[in-house]
């Protein structure tokens, strides 16, 4: 994404600050559902390992 800041007038950067600003929002939004996805299967693989050294070690 390129910014023209300085080389249009204000409207013109106010576009540019809201497309950014929406740009921004949507890769909030996508990394928090990769964190949800993320922290599931961790948490998830953890119990498993967990499991797996109990049973090794009985």
């Known amino acids: 994404m390129e910014n023209y800041y300085g080389k249009t007038d204000i ?4 576009s540019e600050i809201d497309l950014t600003n929406t740009f921004l929002d949507m ?4 990394a928090e559902n ?3 996805k993320n922290q ?11 499991l ?7």
């Open 11 to 14: 409207s013109g950067q106010i």
């Open 34 to 36: 990769e964190k949800r």
């Open 27 to 30: 890769q909030i939004e996508k």
């Open 40 to 50: 599931k299967m961790y948490k998830t693989l953890g119990t498993v390992i967990g």
């Open 52 to 58: 797996a050294i109990v049973i090794i070690l009985f």
